[in-house]
């Protein structure tokens, strides 16, 4: 059965998926063995599982993994009397059927394990010097493999492809400043509304003193054109004076030789 690909992941998934993986650390299995049971439990495969633990859910569970991977050496110390144990996988996958190095090693012949016994002690414990670093690679190689082997099958179904140099840190830091530049467009969209705001009050502003600027406009008119009909007014009244001042003046006379008054002419 083909497993179908499912983007959201719930809380419920990533718990089983820390719980699951502390497990696998905590008794002695890998990380690697961890993803492909979550995957068959969740129907999902084990690369997206390891990208989902290494992306997200691992940065809340540091402590809980240090404390399992301390665990894990006291136990494996206490099983082995101060030497280094093999892993156990604690999951088997039902799909694949895998010989495991129990029963290749019961087809040995006995000279043949007598003879390599000293070369693979020497190569065990050189290979759990470091067993967290030997995890971690081991566990990003299957992710990159099972990754390749998916582009390589299906390049339409994986709209992301991948570089080989891309890592885990590329990532998260791509989603630190995805993160960044959604929070400078959110300050950008407020910053924009207060100037559309201030360009509003602004524009009214504009329109009340326009208002205004008309309204003095049309008193200065009335009031020119009063002064005007005033000044008429005063003119016509100055003449009229002028006038009546000629009506009233008095008349002049003068006396011929036989002593008769006689008016003169204006």
């Known amino acids: 059965m083909s497993k179908q690909r499912q983007d959201a992941w719930s809380e419920e998934n990533d718990l089983l998926l820390a719980e699951t993986v502390l497990r696998h650390v ?23 599982c390891g990208f ?24 494996m110390r206490a099983l082995g009397s101060g030497q280094p144990a093999k892993k156990r996988l604690l999951y088997q996958p039902k ?3 895998t010989i495991t ?18 070369a693979a002690e020497t190569a065990e414990q050189l290979q759990f010097v470091d067993q967290s670093y030997n995890e971690e690679l081991a566990s ?9 082997h998916v582009v390589e099958k299906k390049p339409e179904a994986n709209p992301f492809r991948q570089r080989q140099e891309l890592t885990i840190e590329d990532i998260i830091d791509f989603l630190r400043r995805y993160e960044g530049d959604g929070q400078q467009s959110s300050a950008l969209r407020m910053e924009n509304s207060r100037l559309k705001r201030e ?15 008309k309204k003095l406009e ?23 004076v002028l006038f009546e001042d000629d009506d009233n003046a008095a008349p002049t006379f003068k006396m011929d030789r036989n002593g008769n008054l006689e008016k003169m002419a204006e």
């Open 218 to 240: 049309k008193d200065q008119l009335t009031i020119q054109e009063d002064y005007e009909t005033l000044v008429k007014i005063m003119n016509r009244a100055r003449k009229l």
């Open 52 to 75: 989902r633990w290494n992306a997200v859910v691992r940065h809340q569970y540091e402590k809980a993994l240090a404390l399992a991977k301390k665990q894990r050496k006291q136990r």
């Open 26 to 48: 905590r008794e002695g299995s890998t990380q690697l063995n961890a993803f492909e049971e979550v995957g068959d439990k969740l129907n999902r495969t084990s690369a997206a």
């Open 140 to 148: 990003i190689s299957h992710l990159l493999s099972q990754a390749s």
């Open 101 to 118: 190095q129990e029963e290749f090693s019961q087809e040995l012949e006995p000279a043949q394990e007598e003879t390599f016994a000293p």
């Open 199 to 213: 360009n509003n009050e602004l524009s009214h502003k504009v329109s009340q003193l326009e208002a205004e600027v």
């Open 95 to 97: 799909v694949e059927e």
